[in-house]
């Protein structure tokens, strides 16, 4: 129920920003700019021919290749940095001079590498996903509480032990605050992504609407879509924020 | 009655650089202390307490002198010695079986046996399977203790154990602590700023000079078990402690 009440602010923030935009439409009677009538036809359209799925399932399977594969890099390369010293001093400065740069910036040499296809865009969504991941695993090791690590060379136990029920689990809530971080930025540049080339995806679909015909509704729609396809992203890997096991890093 | 010593602290001195130059933090100390024995250090705040905890359980090094365990210097932290502190060092990622279980090596057979009966032992049968921010703070230490008892220390190093605790956990905790040891035989150090919990808990008791820490005086606490800290000797002790840390009672 307090659930419920606590929705309620949100709900009617939603509903002025749409009677906003429809009574805005209608004053300025604006031939080309949907009304949300309009929008919502048109995503009723897309999903009855079923475009509307594939593209959300084309955008879907580059986002996890290109994070699963940028998750992959950057857990063990970032606790390796964390742990050793060495490793930190001489491969963090190459990491801060690429973290800063767009991966829009990367998309003329996506295309000149990868070309067209799939694995274009599955190269920018790993650029731009993995350096908040590497940044946040290395932050967590770097933080992990001295009077742990002490607690853990007082029962002298081994490297894999220390590794697996110490290092690890410690740095983990960091490590997926770096997840969701890069989780977020990969949704953003999928999109971006799919503006380039390709022929299908969510980003394809709003250029392609532009393009055949000015069909603005479906402009919307799809801009909308990405947005709660984004906030159910989010949702997925704040679940793992209720794990048990690293609740502790969280409630305060 | 002859007791084989346990634990020798000899010459040890330890600094640290500063910017206004090098900082004597203990200086010239010697002690010694017997097998089975609870030796409490009472001292003023800051005068070094915690980094001598610190040399004699092994994480730090002495700059000259040597702690001795058993005849062998001691130069690293191992399981034979562990060491409790006021923040507490029970892993929040794990159970409390799981922090019980971490200081025993995996090929023990018993080590679920074990972990179930010290978990028992502390009270804390029916909270196996919780995480530590479940718990309160004296289940915490309670947890830490266990932890500590299970992989069968020969020494327990006490640092300010239950001060982060409210007055009347720490005197249950220091109960609690009472009634295992009075089970498993284990030497103790303390170190408190209590001295009301030295006297109730320890068998001897040093007193540290303002820094660079040095013995200043020691005070035998002859009392049987269970101890009261009201009855005139006890409070008496109490008074000449006090009265050596710079504390007069009126």
């Known amino acids: 129920m307090k659930k419920v009440t606590g929705a ?7 509903a002025v920003v749409v009677l906003i935009w429809w009574a805005a439409v209608v004053l300025t009677k604006s031939v080309i700019f949907p009304t949300p009538g309009k929008v919502v036809m048109g995503t009723l359209e897309l999903a009855s021919d079923g475009t509307l799925w594939e593209h959300i399932a084309a955008s879907l399977f580059r986002v996890g290749a290109g994070f699963l594969i940028a998750v992959l890099f950057a857990i063990p390369l970032g606790l390796w940095m964390g742990w050793v010293h060495g490793a930190y001093v001489t491969l963090n400065p190459l990491f801060q001079i690429l973290r800063p740069i767009s991966p829009i910036a990367w998309i003329p040499i996506a295309i000149l590498w990868f070309g067209v296809g799939n694995a274009s865009p599955i190269y920018l969504i790993f650029i731009a996903s993995v350096f908040p991941m590497i940044v946040q695993t290395t932050t967590g090791v770097h933080t992990i509480e001295k009077r742990y690590l002490r607690a853990a060379e007082n029962f002298g136990v081994t490297r894999k032990k220390l590794f697996l029920q110490v290092v690890f689990p410690a740095a983990l809530p960091q490590i997926i605050v770096g997840m969701r971080i890069g989780l977020g930025v990969a949704w953003l540049v999928v999109v971006a992504a799919e503006m380039i080339a390709l022929r299908s995806g969510l980003g394809y679909l709003i250029m392609d609407s532009r393009n055949a015909g000015n069909r603005y509704e479906l402009v919307v729609a799809g801009m909308i879509i990405i947005g709660l396809i984004g906030l159910m992203l989010d949702g997925a890997m704040r679940l793992l924020e209720n794990m048990k096991n690293v609740r502790w890093r969280y409630v305060h | 009655m002859f ?28 002690f010694k202390v017997g097998d089975g024995e609870f030796v409490a250090i009472v001292g003023p705040s800051g005068c070094g307490k915690t980094t001598l905890m610190n040399i004699i359980a092994g994480f730090l090094a002495p700059d000259t002198g040597a702690v001795k365990i058993d005849g062998v210097p001691r130069s690293a932290p191992n399981r034979n010695g562990v060491l409790i502190t006021q ?10 079986r799981e922090n019980l279980l971490f200081g025993l090596p995996d090929e023990l057979p018993n ?25 309160s703070g004296g289940m915490l230490k309670r947890a830490e203790i266990a932890r500590a008892l299970v ?53 001897r008791i040093l007193v540290l000079s303002p820094r660079p820490a040095r013995i200043q005086a020691s005070f035998d606490v002859p009392f049987a078990h269970p101890r009261r800290v009201s009855n005139p000797e006890a409070q008496a002790l109490r008074v000449a402690i006090l009265k050596e840390l710079g504390v007069e009672l009126v």
């Open chain 2, 111 to 135: 080590r679920e046996a074990l972990a179930q009966e010290y978990a028992e032992l502390v009270g804390l049968k029916g909270f196996e399977n919780n995480y530590p921010h479940e718990l």
């Open chain 1, 8 to 14: 309620i602010p949100s709900i009617i923030v939603l």
């Open chain 2, 87 to 96: 923040q507490g060092s029970v892993f929040p990622w794990l159970t409390v």
């Open chain 2, 3 to 30: 007791i084989k010593t346990k634990i020798v602290v000899e010459e040890v001195r330890k600094g640290f650089p500063t910017d206004e130059g090098r900082l004597d933090v203990i200086a010239d100390l010697n």
């Open chain 2, 151 to 203: 992989v069968k220390p020969e020494i327990l190093y006490m640092d300010e154990p239950f001060s982060a605790l409210d007055a009347l956990m720490s005197l249950r905790m220091q109960n609690e602590l009472l009634r295992i040891l009075a089970k498993e035989r284990h030497t103790v150090m303390l170190i408190t700023h209590d001295v009301e919990e030295a006297i109730h808990l320890a068998d």
